[in-house]
């Protein structure tokens, strides 16, 4: 038998039952969506997590003291307390690194930043001009501070949105207005542009910027460095940018082999990878309970099938008698049983278009559907239509012409 008629003789018979057939396809239906948007979320959910962690600096690596190390079994104190790094490191690092790119020390501190009448709680930054390179932060307006402003210790600034925001509030321009950091007057040059809150739900634009010496003499008072960034040439060297910068370190604070480290090198790298790896942990596991609803869906195709079957008993054993072979009635009925499990697949596929765009819409949550998800449900569907109606089709295929014939 041909196999148009198999698939005119398999539309005439859904036809038939519209809506018993519309019913069966419901169970593939709902699976097929659900499969789509909670892959389209656990998709979306990973790519802003990947933009937003990237949107610190992808080639960045962060050097922190470590904070467990004490000496004589002390307290342990905060990392911003340890004295570990010097500007002699950094100025090392700059000197014999060969897989970085730009490199800038830092130490930070908190206080009330204040303008005319306004005044802000906020976070002043010192760093060198390089920070903005390493962190591919551009800026708004006016320009940035130089090495000339880092030598003197200048008291410029360059201002976050959101403190911009809170201090200017009739929406004049900060450029060249002097704002008061506990106390300290600083001249604004410049206006960050805006960033958003990162992956961790921080505001990044709630910060002054300004150089890396006004804030360690001037405000802190300190001699050590809190922190220290840098940028590596590209991605695919940032593990030998961290290898190189380690064994840097080592030689400055004359570490011995077999010495743990008194410091720690971090890369976005390894911030993306475990958020991504948490995050396709969560996008396995939804599409696991939602794949649930596709195997139901299946259950159904085979529970109908077979009522299909019994129904049509007299009709089996009328084509048998005038010479239909068993394989023309197995695949009379698996094409059938297909074509619905097929046709559920095509509507579920847009069903969850639609449902991840409803998701993004109202609930304001990132949504990616790719094709591979596509894909794969439309050949799950396909699969669960073979495997599901194959019983109930072998089942038909199997029926003695006369014995059928006399069915009641």
């Given at each position: 038998?041909k196999?148009?008629?198999?698939?005119?003789?398999?539309?005439k018979?859904?036809i038939r039952?519209?809506m018993?057939?519309?019913?069966?396809?419901?169970?593939?239906?709902?699976?097929?969506a659900?499969?789509?948007?909670m892959?389209?979320?656990?998709?979306?959910?990973?790519?802003?997590?990947?933009?937003?962690?990237?949107?610190?600096g992808?080639?960045?690596?962060?050097?922190?003291?470590?904070?467990?190390q004490?000496?004589?079994?002390?307290?342990?104190?905060?990392?911003?307390s340890?004295?570990s790094?010097?500007?002699?490191?950094?100025?090392?690092?700059?000197?014999?690194?060969?897989?970085?790119?730009?490199?800038?020390?830092?130490?930070?501190?908190?206080?009330?930043v204040i303008?005319?009448?306004?005044?802000?709680?906020?976070?002043?930054?010192?760093?060198?001009?390089?920070?903005?390179?390493?962190?591919?932060?551009?800026?708004?307006?006016?320009?940035?501070?130089?090495?000339?402003?880092?030598?003197?210790?200048?008291?410029?600034?360059?201002?976050?949105?959101?403190?911009?925001?809170?201090?200017f509030?009739?929406?004049?321009?900060p450029?060249?207005?002097?704002?008061?950091?506990?106390?300290?007057?600083?001249?604004?040059?410049?206006?960050?542009?805006?960033?958003?809150?990162?992956?961790?739900?921080?505001?990044?634009?709630?910060?002054?910027?300004?150089?890396?010496?006004?804030?360690?003499?001037?405000?802190?008072a300190?001699?050590?460095?809190?922190?220290?960034?840098?940028?590596?040439?590209?991605?695919?060297?940032?593990?030998?940018?961290?290898?190189?910068?380690?064994?840097i370190i080592?030689?400055?604070?004359?570490?011995?082999?077999g010495?743990?480290?008194?410091?720690?090198?971090?890369?976005?790298?390894?911030?993306?990878?475990?958020f991504?790896?948490?995050?396709?942990?969560l996008?396995?596991?939804?599409?696991?309970?939602?794949?649930?609803?596709?195997?139901?869906?299946?259950?159904?195709?085979?529970n109908?099938?077979?009522?299909?079957?019994?129904?049509?008993?007299?009709?089996?054993?009328?084509?048998?008698?005038?010479?239909?072979?068993?394989i023309?009635?197995l695949?009379?009925?698996?094409?059938?049983?297909?074509?619905?499990?097929?046709?559920?697949?095509?509507i579920?596929?847009?069903?969850?278009?639609?449902?991840?765009?409803?998701?993004?819409?109202?609930?304001?949550?990132?949504?990616?559907?790719?094709?591979?998800?596509?894909?794969?449900?439309?050949?799950?569907?396909?699969?669960t239509?073979?495997?599901?109606?194959?019983?109930p089709?072998?089942?038909a295929?199997?029926?003695?012409?006369?014995?059928?014939?006399?069915?009641?």
């Amino acid at each position: 038998m041909k196999f148009v008629n198999l698939f005119k003789i398999a539309m005439k018979a859904l036809i038939r039952n519209k809506m018993r057939a519309f019913l069966t396809m419901l169970g593939i239906i709902i699976g097929v969506a659900a499969v789509i948007t909670m892959v389209a979320i656990g998709q979306g959910s990973k790519q802003s997590i990947q933009d937003q962690l990237s949107s610190m600096g992808s080639n960045m690596i962060t050097i922190r003291p470590q904070s467990n190390q004490t000496v004589g079994g002390g307290a342990r104190l905060d990392a911003s307390s340890v004295q570990s790094l010097k500007v002699e490191d950094v100025n090392a690092i700059g000197k014999q690194a060969q897989y970085i790119s730009a490199l800038s020390p830092a130490v930070q501190s908190r206080g009330q930043v204040i303008y005319a009448g306004a005044n802000w709680p906020t976070t002043i930054q010192g760093v060198y001009p390089d920070y903005l390179a390493i962190r591919d932060w551009d800026l708004k307006s006016g320009i940035e501070f130089s090495g000339e402003n880092e030598n003197n210790a200048a008291k410029v600034c360059l201002l976050g949105q959101t403190v911009v925001d809170n201090l200017f509030t009739s929406g004049e321009d900060p450029v060249g207005k002097i704002v008061r950091f506990n106390k300290i007057p600083f001249k604004v040059i410049g206006v960050l542009a805006e960033k958003g809150e990162n992956a961790f739900g921080q505001d990044q634009d709630d910060i002054i910027i300004a150089p890396f010496s006004t804030v360690q003499k001037r405000i802190l008072a300190i001699t050590w460095v809190q922190n220290i960034y840098a940028s590596a040439i590209d991605e695919s060297r940032t593990d030998d940018a961290v290898d190189e910068i380690s064994s840097i370190i080592r030689t400055q604070h004359k570490l011995k082999k077999g010495d743990q480290d008194d410091f720690m090198v971090r890369t976005q790298a390894e911030l993306i990878n475990t958020f991504s790896s948490t995050s396709q942990l969560l996008t396995v596991l939804l599409t696991a309970i939602a794949g649930i609803s596709l195997v139901v869906g299946g259950i159904g195709i085979m529970n109908i099938m077979y009522v299909s079957v019994t129904e049509r008993t007299k009709e089996i054993g009328l084509r048998m008698s005038i010479g239909a072979r068993g394989i023309d009635i197995l695949l009379q009925f698996l094409v059938e049983a297909i074509l619905i499990s097929v046709t559920g697949g095509i509507i579920g596929v847009l069903l969850g278009i639609l449902a991840s765009q409803l998701v993004t819409t109202f609930l304001n949550w990132p949504t990616l559907v790719s094709q591979s998800s596509i894909i794969l449900s439309f050949l799950v569907c396909a699969i669960t239509g073979v495997f599901f109606g194959y019983y109930p089709a072998q089942k038909a295929s199997r029926l003695d012409p006369i014995e059928a014939l006399r069915y009641e």
